[in-house]
């Protein structure tokens, strides 16, 4: 039985060779950061249901973060073979080479990707460009001081392991838990300041 198991994991993996390779590993890739950021989505919204009375669940916000991931996917599709044409590294006698990438990864792709998706977000959903920036300037430390405990490490194994050809799939499969705490900081729900306005996030979409 273990055998069989083996054979069909095995077959598994030879039918989906084809995907990662040419001009379709683009497509893997893109579609990919599209399907986890909704996956993240759904689940951040299936608490929100059952924390907050009355709440559904919201397709359009789902379609918008399907939207977002996708664009960051030929991103990170085409990242990682300009930061593999810089700093060409392979295992563990590249460490310093490798660790140049991830320190490049954490000052430049990071700060980008959360950038482009509350700007991208919030363009879907209607807000002018003031009310994103104002958004984008509220949460944005938040969002990186998170991503710096997050991807350095995860990077660190990106980069010395995973080969070229799967280092996005590799993220993707990473992130299911990172894109919900993404659609937790975009749709969180702020206590009323002082003034009794309130916050530049809005409440998700009933």
Same mark, same amino acid.
């Given at each position: ?150 991807? /350095? ?9 995973? /080969? /070229? ?42």
């Amino acid at each position: 039985m273990a055998s069989g198991g083996w054979r069909w994991l095995r077959g598994l993996c030879t039918a989906g060779q084809p995907l990662f390779q040419g001009r379709a590993l683009l497509v893997t890739n893109t579609l990919g950061c599209g399907v986890l950021m909704v996956a993240g989505d759904g689940a951040r919204q299936s608490w929100e249901i059952r924390a907050r009375p009355g709440q559904k669940f919201d397709p359009r916000r789902s379609a918008s973060m399907f939207a977002v991931g996708c664009t960051m996917g030929p991103f990170l599709h085409y990242w990682y073979l300009w930061l593999d044409h810089l700093l060409p590294a392979s295992g563990l006698r590249s460490l310093p080479n490798i660790l140049r990438k991830v320190l490049v990864d954490q000052l430049v792709a990071s700060p980008l990707l959360g950038v482009w998706y509350f700007l991208g977000l919030g363009c879907l959903e209607g807000q002018t460009l003031d009310q994103s920036c104002q958004e984008l300037r509220d949460k944005f430390w938040e969002f990186y001081k998170a991503d710096w405990c997050v991807w /350095p490490a995860a990077q660190l194994v990106n980069f010395l392991f995973v /080969p /070229p050809q799967f280092r996005v799939t590799y993220i993707n499969g990473l992130t299911l838990g990172w894109d919900t705490y993404l659609s937790y900081l975009k749709y969180r729900v702020n206590t009323v300041d002082r003034s009794g306005t309130q916050g530049t996030p809005q409440k998700p979409q009933m």
